[in-house]
């Protein structure tokens, strides 16, 4: 079952320090692009994802074809891509060991969340991870030591 409890919810962000997002847009009056923002703003690392875009660079991060060629450990993959779409985002964060999926506000694919959830990956559907961290009081991430 996708995660829906607000407790879970706030554990899995407040946990989190890498977000790949994938469906990542270099239009700032794009959703993805206000969210990427948010999340930075925040205090994550977040890694955007676009085979469009790939060589480019999005709020200071440069864009990757794909989940594989990131090279480093994913805690949430936040998808923005229409539901029949998202499943190809699912397998890639389950081919690369990500944490969890996350589908954005209006996405829902159970076929892709019962695989995910099958491979132990945590899975939200249909939420905005901007209007819960700040619905949920999601602390600042804090840079870690050196």
């Known amino acids: 079952m996708p995660l829906t409890a607000d407790d879970d919810i ?11 997002l994938v469906g990542a847009s270099d ?8 969210v990427m923002a948010a999340l930075q703003r925040h205090g994550y ?3 955007p994802v ?12 440069y864009v990757w074809r794909e989940l594989s060629q990131i090279g480093e450990r994913i805690d949430i ?18 081919a690369v060991g ?8 209006g996405i829902v694919n159970e076929a892709a969340a019962a695989r ?11 939420r905005c991870t901007k209007i ?11 840079p870690a030591a050196n």
């Open 27 to 34: 239009r700032p009056d794009r959703p993805s692009h206000g």
């Open 132 to 142: 819960d961290i700040a619905r949920l009081g999601v602390p600042k991430i804090q």
């Open 98 to 105: 990500a944490g969890a999926v996350w589908m954005q506000l």
């Open 10 to 20: 706030r554990q899995l962000l407040t946990d989190a320090r890498v977000i790949a």
């Open 77 to 94: 993959v936040d998808i923005f891509r229409r539901p029949e779409a998202s499943g190809d985002a699912v397998d890639e964060a389950i």
């Open 116 to 126: 995910a959830e099958a491979a132990g990956l945590k899975v939200v559907m249909d």
């Open 45 to 47: 690392r977040v890694i």
């Open 50 to 61: 676009n085979p469009q875009i790939t060589g480019e660079h999005v709020l200071g991060e």
